[in-house]
């Protein structure tokens, strides 16, 4: 580094150094006692500086060295500019990092699963029917209205929905029959909740609960047309859903799941189907479905 000349004026000095780093010189500016004195960083350069020095300052072409000035301030801003978007980026993803890295409680996950193993306790895993009529989707001393309607010429059946009691539309998934029934929905409720609320707090795993939930269960009551199900299965697979297209459209969201447990939950949701095993199958369907699409359109608008 080699000392090319001092000036009394800094602004002139910092012209000086945009129009050196027009022609790229690169140069340093520090203050002086006789003002501010300007460093040439490659001494290979240090000739070439001093010949548009010279002509620039003490021949009076002050046209091309403005212009020469403008010109370096300009890509000088323009690197700060892009200097600092890099380091607010880096910043950013420092930051989602680790909040990714960083596990947030998932309350709600450990508190379902509480509440359906009291309720199983409670109803005696489903043999407890008094029990369960507070929790079914209908009420089974109320008649319920049934509404004939036809679609593409074939009459379709609609069950009236407990508006007047809209807690039913969820608390099915609360009633668990038998222990395989809770073992099932519990451990994987255990490993597809955290994913998400880990991910993205209580409220949005709560809202999302209601709403597979409530679609699964009216899915399964207007199918099957009757209200003897239970289970959250509907949610278990609204779940996987929104695990698996959430993670392959956007990969960044970090969400992890292992093959063994989609091949495991697709061939339990076909098996469904081809066997009389007692299970609420349209739960399964709509409860997937539902999961899909949230994932998708999550995606969408992340």
């Avoid at 029990?131 to 989707?137: E, G, N, V």
Wanted: charged share 20%; glycine share 8%; hydrophobic share 45%.
């Amino acid at each position: 580094m080699r000392l090319l000349r001092e000036l009394p004026d800094e602004r002139t000095a910092r012209m000086l150094v945009d129009a050196l780093a027009d022609v790229g010189i690169e140069t340093d500016l520090k203050e002086a006692s006789q003002g501010f004195a300007i460093w040439v960083l490659d001494e290979t350069t240090l000739d070439r500086a001093r010949e548009l020095c010279s002509s620039w300052l003490e021949e009076r072409q002050e046209e091309a060295f403005k212009r020469a000035a403008a010109r370096g301030r300009g890509a000088r801003e323009l690197k700060e500019r892009s200097d600092l978007r890099r380091k607010q980026q880096a910043e950013a993803a420092t930051r989602e990092y680790e909040t990714l890295s960083r596990p947030r409680p998932t309350p709600l996950t450990w508190g379902l699963i509480a509440l359906c193993v009291a309720v199983a306790a409670l109803t005696k895993l489903g043999q407890e029917r008094t029990m369960l009529t507070a929790l079914t989707i209908a009420n089974p001393l109320r008649p319920v209205h049934v509404s004939v309607f036809s679609v593409f010429g074939h009459p379709v059946e609609w069950l009236s929905l407990p508006w007047d009691e809209p807690w039913r539309l969820i608390t099915p998934v609360l009633i668990n029959y038998g222990p395989l029934h809770i073992l099932f929905n519990l451990l994987l409720l255990r490993d597809l909740g955290p994913v998400i609320e880990g991910r993205h707090g209580t409220r949005y795993f709560f809202f999302f609960l209601l709403v597979s939930g409530v679609i699964s269960n009216v899915a399964q009551y207007q199918l099957n047309q009757s209200a003897q199900f239970g289970g959250m299965s509907g949610v278990v697979y609204g779940m996987l859903g929104l695990i698996w297209m959430r993670g392959r459209m956007d990969p960044k969201v970090g969400y992890g799941l292992s093959r063994f447990t989609v091949q495991f939950m697709l061939i339990w949701l076909v098996a469904g189907f081809l066997g009389d095993f007692g299970m609420a199958n349209w739960c399964h369907v709509f409860g997937l479905l539902t999961g899909i699409v949230w994932g998708w359109a999550s995606a969408r608008l992340s």
